[in-house]
């Protein structure tokens, strides 16, 4: 009987996956190469660089140029994050929706800034400050930078009704970012618009996101005492 051809990418990386958990391919085996994949699973060999590329990003694969692929010999297990549109998660928590703005301008960003967005110390950036918020209460302040020279549209744009975050993600698109987690004490204007005491716990995260080698924006979103991250592995 013939083996019906994979065609998509997403069929090729199950079938590689479940191979690699049958432990036909143990931990270290060099797996066949991409033309000879391509012609047994009766595909392009563009579909089966797409699942192999996949796998590796997981930690399954360990890719190397001119060494071929093998199966990773410690698979390690890496969460998924994705950029969420802070009204979706909010909604998504049975709770009501708010916006508010509080600043719009143009300034020279400081110098931590413009050098992690690799742009000219001097130029001038679009800057947005907002508050979001669930069910009448602070859920998160926003503190923006937007690289116009790579987003334009954005000139135009107030953000009284949109929040910079949903707008960016269903105008400006990426192919990389940078992100980080921490934890800040209050200062005394963190406080007042969150609600907390100064001092007390915040958790903060500050992500980077680029297209190519252009920076797009640069945020750091301040949630109040108590919040939590939750991703899927």
């Not at 950029?83 to 110098?111: C, F, K, M, N, S």
């Not at 009284?160 to 990389?176: D, F, G, V």
């Not at 963190?190 to 190519?212: I, M, P, Y």
Request: net charge positive; aromatic share 6%; charged share 25%.
């Amino acid at each position: 009987m013939t083996k019906p051809a994979l065609r998509d990418w997403q069929s090729v990386r199950d079938e590689v996956r479940r191979r690699i958990h049958a432990r036909q391919w143990k931990p270290g085996d060099l797996i066949p190469n991409e033309t000879d994949l391509a012609a047994e699973f009766g595909c392009a060999r563009a579909t089966v660089n797409r699942a192999l590329r996949t796998l590796a990003e997981t930690g399954l694969l360990d890719r190397r140029r001119k060494a071929g692929t093998r199966v990773a010999l410690q698979p390690v297990a890496k969460a998924t994050l994705d950029i969420p549109v802070i009204r979706h998660e909010v909604e998504g928590r049975g709770q009501t929706y708010g916006y508010q703005r509080l600043a719009r301008d143009w300034a020279v960003p400081p110098a931590q800034v413009s050098g992690s967005m690799r742009t000219p110390a001097s130029r001038q950036m679009l800057h947005l400050c907002a508050l979001h918020l669930a069910d009448d209460l602070p859920y998160a302040v926003e503190q923006r930078w937007i690289n116009t020279a790579t987003v334009p549209a954005a000139e135009r744009e107030p953000f009284l009704q949109i929040s910079a975050n949903e707008w960016l993600l269903a105008h400006a698109p990426y192919t990389h970012g940078d992100i980080a987690f921490s934890a800040a004490a209050a200062d005394e204007a963190e406080a007042a618009l969150l609600s907390c005491a100064v001092g007390a716990a915040l958790f903060v995260v500050d992500r980077l996101t680029w297209d190519n080698a252009a920076s797009v924006t640069k945020v750091r979103l301040i949630f109040p005492p108590g919040h939590q991250l939750r991703t899927a592995l």
